[in-house]
């Protein structure tokens, strides 16, 4: 068995349960990502916000920079932040997950 066989074996998809389990624990969080991981490492010190988990059991997280990217929703690759330690440090305004964003101009 080659490594992409082992890979998909080993896969497991989330049930619909555990989707909804991870979209209560983890959607509109504030979260800083473990750096020690090396394909998080360049958003190390940034916070970001949970907008939401995706069928896959990964977190939609916006960095305020006007994108969203995909993390797996696990302790191993997140770590919260109160709601208070992050006020001051989220700009909800300057990104692109916003219900009803400003109108540029008007």
Known sequence: MNGLETTLKTMIT??????????????????QVNPSRPELKRFAGRLGRVVTVNWSGRALVDFADGGWYDIAASTECLTK???????????????SAQAFPDRGGK
């Open 14 to 31: 989330p049930t619909s349960d555990q989707i909804d389990q991870l979209k209560s624990e983890w959607t509109d969080q504030f979260v």
């Open 81 to 95: 932040v109160s709601a208070d330690a992050a006020k001051d440090k989220f700009d909800p305004k300057a990104n």
